[in-house]
């Protein structure tokens, strides 16, 4: 009988460490995902501005804004607004986010190079964008940084 217990007893305490090692898996999986999804989210906001921004032309920066024309001759602009990318397709009238709401934009700059008229320099944008992302008590600051060139030379 003595013997019945102890089994049932370490074959219990083995139960509840492997269950106890499954849930700690899990939440840390769920986790993982969350914050991977807010970070690809940020890289697919860069990735949309430099595909808009290649067929762009004049290209002008002010403060942590972007604006410029792109290749369907609509007056474009991104700023960064309450730790959001946000997006206009109208000259700045109207706005929308390009970033979820899950993650918070630190920062967003625009440096660019070549915009004179004349100075025979392909124009070149560099977009920085710092990302605070937190998923349960799991914060991930993702740093991203792209140059982009426009593909028709300016003369």
């Given at each position: 009988m003595i013997e019945l217990i102890v089994a049932i007893g370490i074959f219990g305490l083995v139960v509840?460490?492997?269950?106890?090692?499954?849930v700690i898996a899990?939440?840390?999986?769920?986790?993982?995902?969350?914050?991977?999804?807010?970070?690809d989210n940020a890289r697919f906001a860069?990735?949309?501005?430099a595909r808009e921004i290649r067929t762009g032309k004049n290209?002008?920066?002010?403060?942590?804004?972007?604006?410029?024309?792109?290749?369907?001759?609509?007056?474009?602009?991104?700023?960064?607004?309450?730790?959001?990318?946000?997006?206009?397709s109208d000259g700045g009238v109207n706005y929308f986010a390009v970033t979820g709401?899950?993650?918070?934009i630190d920062y967003l700059n625009f440096y660019l190079l070549g915009q004179a008229?004349?100075?025979?320099?392909?124009?070149r944008i560099t977009i920085t964008i710092g990302v605070t992302s937190q998923a349960g008590n799991q914060i991930s600051n993702t740093k991203i940084q792209n140059t982009v060139s426009q593909r028709l030379l300016q003369i």
């Open positions: 509840i460490m492997v269950t106890s090692i499954f899990v939440v840390s999986q769920r986790r993982i995902i969350s914050l991977r999804n807010i970070e860069l990735e949309s501005m290209f002008s920066t002010i403060g942590s804004s972007l604006s410029f024309t792109n290749a369907k001759s609509e007056s474009v602009v991104y700023r960064l607004n309450n730790k959001t990318i946000e997006k206009s709401s899950e993650a918070t008229p004349g100075d025979g320099l392909q124009p």
